[in-house]
């Protein structure tokens, strides 16, 4: 069974960095490209970036590049992304995601971790 | 960016009622769409995917369809467990982009 557990989130101060992990277990990691989505709470959802099973590509919304990076360690089987410079508007649920298919190409967001709360205030 | 329009950004509906909601994309996405349901409290979950391809597990009473950049969701006959906001995706490029979301209530 596919599982994502999303760990990491929690409140931080405007123009501080957090670093969010995703831990994934039931299937081959190193081979599935991966993804963040986020939720900011009552809104809808927003892609945020997303990484090659490799980790050779790696793409970015704009309002996050140059703040935020994607990462995976393979033999750890762990997706992780670095929040630099954080805002308000960066206040939302992160979900870790898994590509449908093994490969290069992402496709959509097949299976979902269960989210955690990025909380961005002073 | 690919815009996706979603309507309606909500309704009610009635037990049994056929239900359909729409996303149309602002560029040629194909058929590159899923359909996600979303219960509150919990992350979103798969439903259609390639515009009318039917998820694992999901209920036969779900279908997807397109008529050139419009895309649609029906449930045939809604059932209570059908309450959920429902999100639209188009992966044709980056950035991906989610339509803003219709939330499906009970009459």
């Known amino acids: 069974e596919v599982q994502l557990v999303e760990s990491g989130g929690g409140l931080v101060q405007p123009g501080r960095s957090m670093k969010l992990s995703c831990a994934a277990s039931?299937?081959?990691?190193?081979?599935?490209?991966m993804a963040w989505v986020r939720q900011a709470p009552t809104k809808g959802l927003e892609w945020v970036a997303t990484?090659?099973?490799?980790?050779?590509?790696?793409y970015y919304r704009d309002s996050v590049k140059g703040r935020f990076t994607i990462s995976r360690d393979n033999a750890k089987s762990t997706l992780y992304l670095q929040m630099n410079s954080l805002r308000s508007e960066d206040t939302a649920t992160y979900y870790c995601?898994?590509?449908?298919?093994?490969?290069?190409?992402?496709?959509?967001?097949?299976?979902w971790g269960q989210g955690t709360l990025v909380t961005v205030s002073s | 960016d690919i815009q996706m329009t979603q309507s309606p950004s909500s309704m009610s509906a009635s037990l049994g009622d056929r239900v359909t909601i729409t996303c149309q994309a602002s560029?040629?996405?194909?058929?590159?769409l899923i359909w996600f349901q979303q219960k509150p409290g919990k992350s979103p979950r798969p439903m259609i995917y390639?515009?009318?391809n039917l998820a694992n597990g999901v209920p036969s009473r779900f279908s997807g369809s397109r008529s050139g950049s419009d895309y649609s969701l029906t449930i045939s006959s809604l059932e209570s467990e059908d309450m959920a906001d429902y999100h639209c995706?188009?992966?044709?490029?980056?950035?991906?982009?989610f339509g803003a979301g219709t939330k499906l209530e009970l009459k």
């Open positions: 995601t898994r590509a449908p298919l093994p490969g290069y190409n992402f496709g959509w967001f097949a299976y």
């Open positions: 039931g299937f081959t990691f190193s081979n599935y490209g």
């Open positions: 990484i090659s099973y490799d980790g050779s590509s790696t």
């Open positions: 560029q040629d996405i194909g058929n590159n």
């Open positions: 390639y515009a009318t």
């Open positions: 995706l188009q992966y044709k490029q980056y950035p991906y982009t």
